[in-house]
């Protein structure tokens, strides 16, 4: 069995809470936000009530207790909440490269680092033997490919389109200005940026829907107002796998099982739209390298 050195645990334990010297680059949570943080990496923690540091160490140290299926790598729970830990989806409006970079100084001592995969952002954590990195596991080996056949839409024989940002947001009025935003965010990091109603290429919308989402690489999904159509399509954009950047007016418009997730909430005014920008253009930036 390896267990992670007390500095190690101590580092990561406030890097889960957002906390100082980490605040800069790692999220801030609260009580019930770390209770969710464990919980959608199925491990059945709920914050007591004590002081945040202390319990999430607590909760570190019970996990590095448990046996290591691997030499040289902690148990596969501390291994998750690693991984976890950078799940690109907390890093909307943060610096994720940084994040990754503070995690791998703390490992360093252990022999430890995480690889960032480029396409996804997601983070497999990593053994190093003399300058060499070893993953735990055979990455390609354990990732399971579905082939599915939809009976409402037809698959297009048009290719994904690196460049391209597909849009999910309630059609009204108000929503103009956030459209233009997100458009400009897509056109200063070289993509396009469209929703659905710029296209007429089938005689269903369904189908212009899927079809953009299926040849769009990044889908940015508006949950404001808690539109059905928007949840829809943003299922579609799960299933087929798509990266998706999630952005909301109110909290409470989330769907519980994606709150866990790293959302991007805005104010629908000038100064609220400016910092929805900045927030999306340096979200693309990570999920284009």
């Known amino acids: 069995m390896t267990k992670l050195k007390t500095s190690i645990i101590d580092g990561l334990a406030l890097m889960i809470c957002g906390d100082a010297p980490y605040n800069t680059n790692f999220p801030y949570r609260s009580s019930t936000y770390l209770t969710s943080f464990f919980r959608g990496i199925d491990l059945d923690y709920r914050h007591d009530g004590s002081t945040r540091k202390r319990w999430v160490t607590e909760v570190l140290d019970e996990l590095n207790e448990k046996p290591s299926l691997e030499s040289d790598f902690p148990s596969p729970e501390l291994k998750r909440v690693i991984e976890h830990l950078l799940d690109p989806s907390y890093f909307i409006d943060l610096d994720h490269d940084r994040a990754v970079g503070q995690v791998n100084q703390l490992l360093k001592s252990q022999s430890l680092t995480v690889k960032k995969d480029k396409n996804t952002g997601n983070v497999t954590l990593c053994k190093v033997i003399d300058g060499f990195i070893s993953t735990s596991t055979d990455i390609e080996e354990v990732k399971e490919v579905i082939t599915f056949s939809p009976s409402v839409f037809i698959v297009p024989k048009k290719p994904v389109e690196e460049d391209c940002v597909s849009v999910m947001m309630p059609f ?76 909301t007016q109110s909290i409470d418009d989330i769907p519980f099982d994606l709150r866990p997730h790293r959302v991007f909430k805005y104010l629908n005014n000038s100064e609220g739209l400016q910092e929805l920008k900045r927030g999306l253009e340096k979200r693309l930036k990570v999920l284009k390298i």
């Open 172 to 247: 009204t009025m108000e929503f103009d200005n956030v459209l233009e935003t997100i458009k400009a965010a897509c056109s200063d990091t070289g993509m396009s940026g469209h929703r659905v109603d710029d296209l007429w290429n089938n005689s269903t919308i369904v189908q212009d829907i899927f079809e953009l989402i299926y040849r769009s690489s990044i889908v940015i999904v508006d949950f404001s107002g808690r539109n059905p159509n928007v949840f829809y399509e943003a299922g579609i954009a799960h299933t087929l796998g798509k990266n998706v950047i999630p952005i």
